[in-house]
């Protein structure tokens, strides 16, 4: 995604000395991003956002995928992807069991010195921390046969699932 200009992460935070949750944080960096961060500057309204989620079963291990839509520009969102490897990082399982049940999923925008451009919070219903959990479940369901064929390698499942980004921004 930094090719593009951006780059997104989903990490738990501590906000307001409240409960830990998960957040997530864009950053809307280069030339490309440029349109982008005018509006999110000059918008006194929250930003139409999405999320679409799937798990990837690698080989080597599950991969969750995060697919955010950011519509800053109308007709022209901008799309980032987060990819979580749950089985090999705790900090990503973390992420998805916090998503599961936590009431809020808060949204931070900035620019390409991390300077905040906007921040919204869009409650959650329970279908949908339903869904991150089905995610999470799913994730650990296909990890475990995996480790059970000895195969397992978080790094090398990222790997692999990077490498497709690689091949379709190539050409």
């Known amino acids: ?12 935070v501590q906000l307001d000395a409240g409960e830990w949750e998960a957040a997530l944080f864009v950053q809307l960096a280069g030339e ?24 990837i079963e690698h080989e080597h291990g599950a991969v969750v995928m995060l697919r955010l839509d950011i519509c800053t520009v109308p007709d022209d ?10 089985g090999g990082a705790c900090g990503h399982f973390e992420v998805l069991q ?20 906007g921040a919204q919070q ?18 650990v369901r296909h990890d475990a046969v995996v480790r059970c064929t000895g195969r ?13 980004y690689r091949l379709r921004t190539a050409g």
């Not at 991003?33 to 989620?53: H, Q, S, W, Y």
């Not at 916090?98 to 451009?117: A, H, I, K, T």
């Not at 090398?156 to 497709?164: D, F, N, Q, R």
């Open 32 to 55: 490309q991003c440029e349109r982008d961060r005018r509006a999110l500057f000059t918008m006194n309204k929250r930003v139409p956002v999405g999320i679409e989620t799937d798990v």
């Open 152 to 164: 397992y390698d978080a790094q090398a499942a990222l790997g692999g699932v990077a490498s497709y």
């Open 1 to 12: 995604m930094r090719k593009t200009g951006a780059a997104a992460t989903c990490v738990t």
């Open 77 to 86: 969102p901008m799309v980032a992807e987060i990819l979580l490897t749950p």
């Open 98 to 117: 916090r998503l599961s049940c936590q009431p809020r999923l808060c949204w931070f925008f900035g620019d390409e010195d991390y300077l905040v451009l």
């Open 122 to 139: 869009h409650g959650f219903a329970d279908a949908q921390r339903a869904e991150f959990d089905r995610l999470r479940l799913d994730a």
